[in-house]
């Protein structure tokens, strides 16, 4: 069990037990550095290739179609003939285009969208850097993105472009906010903001002390989820990259490479933030019987499938009705939910404590629910008309 | 070999942050110049995690990267057709703008240069020349427990700016 558990730690180092041989001391922390970059520069790319697969096939089983299927077994090939495509296409730049940004936005988007793999913990002793700001790292590097998307869109020349990058600032800025303060409840119960420490502290009952199973912890997961979504512009949150509406977005104007880093990207963003929620919310790599990276992994599998079912069933929100939902609701949602959590650490009693936050959060929500009410005329009745 | 290569690595990001603070004054493109401000800002994020200080490293750039420059990029954004010209940013002042420039960065060298930087460390008062560890823990405990009420007359007074500006902004 520990020897599963453990084995790419171990594996680790051995090669650096087996360098340690014939290197000096400093340059065995460059391997070792170099090895766990290596790792996840390794990761990243290809979890990026085979979820394309994964929501390929998966929307079309949903849409009553098989999905790839010619290239290999299932279509397993599928993602590998997709990068040769890609790179054989040609490299398209507009006339009026202006030319470094152009170029340089594809590269800049795929700087934060890895580097935040750095502080995921994908199992016991399996993070790249243990910082004690984990989670804050994470937050202010995946900000990084917006910038990179205006790059784009602005560098295009070209008006569906800018408009894209315009929806996409103005969504990413507004859930930013409740994405950042419905993470504070797992900050509170686990005193640090090291992502280690917060999937320790979810660990007693033998593994399944998860945060989300407390009424807190439900309502945070739920919404962190959501303003995770939000942040990958992903349906129903995907009013930066509309088809139907402003043909691509962003990336109207891209083409080969470039366009295939893009949505490197935003699937590594899918990635991380379903890791991120399952380390806040979900215990991380916390479970009982099966090796720590397994939980992992079947944690944020699960929360992917969930992202790429929205992606399947789920029509696009209206731009008002999605700056509602952060402004609105989730932001006051996420400040009585912060509250909630201070009191069930300071109130003991089982029963006082459910009560009291189930009770909290249930009002609350109920009187953001009935605030927000759109606006419907009363029907009107044509007494005289008949 | 590392603590070289770690100072090497540090001074190349500092210049590239200087180029991109030149770039932010000379581009006559605005948005350039907002680029720009970008890689000067990270640049100082970097500076801060060279020292040390990795929680203001990390505010940095969740503030002034995220949030500030955002912020400046939506202006220009919507400021009228801004985003297209091209203006010189620089007029008949700017000689005489260098000349100030320079007497103030000979004050403020004069100044850096005669104070003493080690650090009252201990409760003897004994003075030892090593930076103290800046800890996340630490700093919440100070802000939030010695500090408790310079931070909240900041926290009221942003208040009142951000009220302020939306009474002064509305129009009715």
């Not at chain 1, 909630?340 to 189930?358: A, N």
């Not at chain 2, 010189?88 to 005669?114: D, E, M, Y």
Request: with cysteine.
């Amino acid at each position: 069990m520990i020897f599963l558990d453990q084995i790419f730690v171990n594996s680790k180092k051995a090669i650096l037990n087996l360098a340690s041989a014939f290197l000096p001391t400093d340059a065995i922390l460059i391997v070792s550095a170099l090895i766990s970059i290596g790792a996840i520069a390794a990761f990243g790319p290809f979890t990026m290739m085979y979820l394309t697969w994964f929501e390929r096939k998966l929307v079309g089983r949903i849409q009553n179609r098989i999905g790839p299927n010619r290239v290999g077994i299932f279509g397993l090939l599928q993602p590998i003939a997709d990068g040769i495509k890609m790179l054989t296409k040609e490299d398209i730049v507009p006339a009026g285009a202006d030319k470094v940004v152009h170029f340089l936005a594809p590269v800049v988007v795929v700087i934060p969208a890895l580097l935040v793999f750095s502080v995921v913990p994908f199992g016991r002793n399996m993070v790249a850097i243990d910082l004690n700001i984990g989670l804050l790292f994470f937050l202010a590097v995946s900000a990084m993105t917006t910038i990179a998307i205006f790059m784009g869109s602005w560098a295009s020349r070209n008006k569906f472009s800018l408009l894209g990058g315009m929806r996409t600032v103005a969504q990413l800025v507004s859930y930013e906010v409740p994405m950042v303060l419905a993470a504070v409840p797992a900050i509170l119960a686990s005193g640090s903001l090291s992502t280690v420490d917060i999937v320790e502290a979810q660990g007693g009952w033998n593994g399944l002390k998860w945060f989300v199973f407390t009424p807190w912890g439900f309502v945070g997961f739920l919404m962190f989820y959501l303003c995770g979504v939000a942040e990958c512009n992903r349906t129903p949150f995907d009013i930066p990259e509309a088809e139907s509406e402003i043909v691509a977005g962003f990336h109207t104007e891209y083409s080969g490479m470039k366009f295939a880093l893009w949505y490197m990207a935003e699937f590594m963003s899918v990635f991380t933030i379903s890791a991120l929620t399952a380390t806040l919310y979900l215990g991380g790599y916390q479970g009982p019987w099966l090796p720590s990276w397994a939980w992992f992994m079947i944690k944020t599998y699960a929360l992917v499938f969930v992202m790429m079912w929205f992606r399947g069933t789920l029509p696009r929100l209206r731009v008002d009705q999605m700056m509602g939902l952060a402004w609105k609701f989730l932001l006051p949602l996420t400040l009585i939910n912060i509250l909630v959590t201070g009191l069930w650490y300071f109130t003991s009693g089982l029963g006082l404590r459910l009560g009291l936050s189930i009770g909290i959060l249930l009002v609350s929500s109920w009187v953001l629910v009935l605030f927000n009410r759109p606006y419907m005329p009363e029907k009107r009745v044509y007494e005289f008309a008949e | 070999m590392l603590p070289i290569l770690a100072k090497l690595f540090i001074y190349g990001v500092l210049f590239l942050s200087l180029v991109a603070a030149l770039g932010v004054v000379l581009l006559p493109n605005i948005f350039h110049a907002a680029l720009c401000l970008v890689g000067t800002l990270l640049g100082i994020a970097a500076l801060y995690l060279a020292l040390q200080a990795e929680f203001i490293a990390v505010v940095q750039v969740l503030l002034y990267v995220g949030a500030v420059m955002t912020l400046v990029i939506f202006a220009i954004m919507l400021t009228h057709r801004i985003g297209d010209m091209t203006i010189p940013q620089t007029n008949k002042q700017s000689l005489p703008a260098c000349l100030a420039l320079f007497a103030f960065v000979v004050l403020i060298g004069g100044l850096l240069l005669k104070t003493d930087w080690s650090i009252l460390v201990g409760t003897g008062g004994s003075v030892a020349s090593v930076n103290p560890p800046v800890d996340t823990f630490m700093l919440g405990k100070a802000l939030l427990g010695e500090y408790v009420f310079p931070f909240e007359v900041v926290s009221v007074i942003l208040i009142a700016g951000l009220i302020g500006a939306i009474v002064v902004a509305r129009k009715d």
